[in-house]
């Protein structure tokens, strides 16, 4: 029997993320849960697009975390504003010694991987009823998916040549 990789342990690990990434979404991701927020990583949006952390809270907000563990990450990034039509809250989420290189008017997560704090509140700006509703959707369709994928992984198809 083979042994198991961490992409069958952590199906959202596709091998895109940087350690310091995966230690970032971590953090941020605790934080949202502590918040009342049910979290969903790496959830693919309506356009394409793939949203590093996505929570649902208890009152239907709708919130995204873009994750970004570097300098580079950040410059190298132009898609997030793409991301505030998708939720009602937008939040950057970085470590410590990233610093505070964001936008001074979009939300700021600080994370050292185990705990965190938000730095800046972001600005609030409501979802219309159908893209709530569409976004809600994907995000229990997508969590039931994953969860039923764990408890009944598909089974490795080996074909001999």
Do not use: N
């Amino acid at each position: 029997m083979p042994l198991l990789s961490v992409f069958d342990v952590a199906p959202m690990v596709d091998g895109r993320q940087s350690p310091s990434a995966i230690k970032v979404r971590r953090g941020a991701a605790r934080l949202l849960r502590d918040l009342g927020f049910a979290v969903v990583p790496e959830l693919t949006l309506a356009d394409g697009r793939r949203a590093d952390l996505v929570g649902i809270g208890v009152d239907g907000e709708v919130v995204i975390v873009e994750i970004k563990s570097s300098l580079a990450d950040y410059r190298a990034d132009d898609k997030w504003p793409s991301y505030k039509r998708a939720c009602d809250r937008f939040f950057f989420a970085s470590l410590p010694e990233v610093g505070d290189i964001f936008p001074a008017d979009e939300g700021l997560i600080m994370t050292d991987g185990f705990d965190a704090a938000l730095v800046r509140e972001a600005v609030p700006q409501r979802l219309t009823a159908t893209v709530r509703r569409a976004i809600h959707l994907r995000v229990a369709q997508t969590a039931a998916r994953r969860l039923h994928e764990l408890e009944d992984p598909q089974p490795q198809i080996t074909v001999a040549v």
